[in-house]
């Protein structure tokens, strides 16, 4: 066979993978780029020095593995999030994305099932396929929340080895009260993940699991610097979890899976987290704005505690989003049919939205 003409078809790749596509938003260069979730304000020159000069220092000794466990970086976000969390309860990997990974290598696999309530974000149910998990896909309300009877009946008739609960919820926006939360650890026979990815944006009196974990040692809580802290091109995600926890994570981690590089970054980062943070407010405010304007222009908009809004409905939701693409503004058809989703950007990029979706409507 000529090696010019083979495709991925021609390999014998896994057949619980054949047919399937990748997973990624499109990556298109626009003047306003909504459609990923990222926090538009750029590090401050200040923590770019920084963060060179710490980079500097580590590059002589690149030669050199990274500290294998990120203790020190550990023992920073354990401080970060506070609740009297420990090192030994904090662990760190490549993006949440990969915390998650880990997550389901260890309590996962085949023979096993994770369930989560959709629609919700769509890489559980790939990284859950992707280490042969066998994936339970359940319900929201059509106001995208969860009733709580419902979740706990649908965990008692499928008896998953992994529940997946992501609050604020991505592509809603919508937050988990607690008490759901906690009917559905009293429930659950296996592992709770109760995915943070957006904590840092909710709105006052959205309390976060953290505080549910001095008495749920089957609760892992995963949060990422990717969003609220701007990081995102770091790729460094984590979660907070029982000791024991990490000790199973250990069991499937990559020896040396976190970079000097990242780990040093991932450390600047939070000693600048005054900064970072302090971008929230704006982006809050700038949420709520966008809620209350699309709700003005009588769309249907789901509430939300994170930094993107969803917005709908329309019939035809790809002539909407390619209509804001000819505008210059990227936002992502993504979530249930006729619903969008678009990121909070800058004051101006925001403005830009407006302007952009009055021309289309
Ligand atoms: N969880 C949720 C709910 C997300 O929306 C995202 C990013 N889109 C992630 C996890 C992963 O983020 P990262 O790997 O950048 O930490």
Redesign the pocket.
Known sequence: MNPDDVTLADLPIRADLRGKSPYGAPQIDVPVRLN??ENPYPPSPELVADLAEAVREQAGELNRYPDRDALALRADLAAYLGHGLRAEQVWAA???????QQILQAFGGHGRTAIGFEP??S??PIITGGTSTEWIRAAREDDFSLDPGKAVAAIEEHRPDVVFL?SP???TGTAQPLPTIEAVLAAAPGMVVV?E??AEFAREGTPSALTLLPEHPRLIV?R????AFAM?GT???YLAAHPAVIEALLLVRLPYHLSTLTQTAARVALRHRAELLGTVDALRRERDATVAWLRSKGLRVADSDANFVLFGRFPDRREVWEGLLERGVLIREVGPPEWLRVSIGTGEEMAAFRAALEGVL
Request: aromatic letters at 6%.
């Open positions: 990923t979730n490549n993006g949440s994305n990969e915390v998650l919700s974000y890489m559980h992501t919820n991505n592509p995915d990815a957006y995963t990422t610097m990717s969003k995102a790729r460094l995600g």
